[in-house]
């Protein structure tokens, strides 16, 4: 299982950045795709995450201002973060996750930049 995440970059305060990921191999149709975040000299936080019922979970920090998505229609899954009003401290390396039986599976990090 792979996962692959693009989007990201540097946008203003008040800005809108997507992010996106796919996941490539074969998965039980029961499991928890979600968006993680980690800033400088901070630990790996939850952003969101979906189950494949379609449950969202959000961080306090994030909620009305973040909506977290995903495909199950085709074969390859994907994950989406709409991100809204982003701010400063929304400046962090975000990384798509898997959670399938007692597996988890990361994508690597897309830098989100966020300027004053």
């Known amino acids: 299982v792979q996962l692959q995440a693009s989007g990201g970059g540097l946008v203003q305060a008040g800005g809108s950045l997507s992010l996106s990921c796919a996941v490539y191999?074969?998965?039980?149709?029961?499991?928890?795709l979600g968006w993680y975040r980690q800033a400088p000299g901070k630990q790996r936080e939850l952003v969101a995450t979906i189950s494949s019922g379609g449950t969202t979970n959000y961080a306090d920090s994030v909620k009305g201002r973040f909506n977290i998505s995903r495909d199950n229609a085709n074969a390859k899954k994907s994950v989406y973060l709409q991100m809204d009003n982003l701010r400063p401290e929304d400046t962090a390396v975000y990384y798509c996750?898997?959670?399938?039986?007692?597996?988890?599976?990361w994508g690597q990090g897309t830098q989100v930049t966020v300027s004053s």
């Open positions: 191999g074969n998965i039980f149709r029961i499991n928890v």
């Open positions: 996750r898997l959670a399938v039986l007692r597996n988890v599976f």
